[in-house]
């Protein structure tokens, strides 16, 4: 059964970088059927896509962090990662990493089907 | 401010018919999926491509969709379905994978 694990500092000091990692197991990274993205909740607020990515490193962006984001993928590890520079305490907030699963390309139905548990990034000096 | 509009709360009786839903133009073009999402919990796909169910999901979830409307409806909802919902489909961006969330839905359960 896959699974996902993201792991990475829970404090960030404001105006440096985030860096998390999801980790996944139970199967591999590689394929073309699925893409890994990351997703953020800041406390009392909803769910923000940040980016996604495709195994072979093709990468999709929310436009609104897009200057600041960074999504690499690393299939010998089976991992991908997520980089956000220049945080503020706007960037605090719940960080799930999740598979982006293609159910049918031709008529665009992608859907998030398996998520990490999440973790906590507070953004604080 | 979210492509997509979702009412903030809701609630239903136990074992009572109710229907969350999500308003967006990419909606006529595009398929939406639903989440439930429980507080410490990973977030759980119920509903993809509109009106499919993941396995494991139970079959009193449904998704149906017109114009630029989707919805989730539960039938004979349990106590155990009083979360948190969030709609997703693909953003007007034009870029193929860039999506969008709702801003989310809670449903209570009374």
């Known amino acids: 059964q896959l699974q996902l694990q993201e792991s990475g500092p829970g404090l960030v000091k404001p105006s440096e970088t985030l860096s998390l990692t999801c980790t996944v197991s139970?199967?591999?990274?590689?394929?073309?059927?699925?893409?890994w993205g990351w997703i953020r909740q800041p406390p009392g607020k909803g769910l923000e896509w940040i980016g996604s990515?495709?195994?072979?490193?093709?990468?999709y962006y929310n436009p609104s962090l897009k200057s600041r984001v960074t999504i690499s993928v690393d299939t010998s590890k089976n991992q991908f990662s997520l980089k956000v520079s220049s945080v503020t305490a706007a960037d605090t907030a719940v960080y799930y990493c999740?598979?982006?699963?293609?159910?049918?390309?031709?008529?665009?139905?992608?859907?998030?089907?398996?998520w990490g548990h999440g973790t906590m990034v507070t953004v604080s000096s | 401010s979210s492509e997509l509009t979702q009412d903030p709360a809701v609630s239903v009786a136990l074992g009572q018919t109710v229907r969350i839903t999500c308003q967006g133009d990419s909606l006529r073009i595009y398929y939406a999926s639903w989440y439930q999402l429980k507080p410490g919990q990973a977030p759980v796909l119920v509903i993809y491509g509109t009106n499919n169910r993941p396995s494991g999901i139970p079959d009193r979830f449904s998704g149906s969709s017109s114009g630029n409307t989707a919805s989730l409806t539960i039938t004979g909802a349990q106590a155990e379905d009083e979360a948190d919902y969030y709609c997703n489909s693909r953003d007007s961006s034009g870029n193929h994978l860039n999506v969008v969330f709702g801003g989310g839905t809670k449903l209570t359960v009374l």
């Open positions: 999740a598979r982006l699963s293609k159910y049918s390309d031709y008529d665009w139905i992608y859907a998030f089907d398996i």
């Open positions: 139970g199967g591999s990274i590689s394929s073309s059927s699925y893409y």
């Open positions: 990515i495709s195994y072979s490193g093709s990468t």
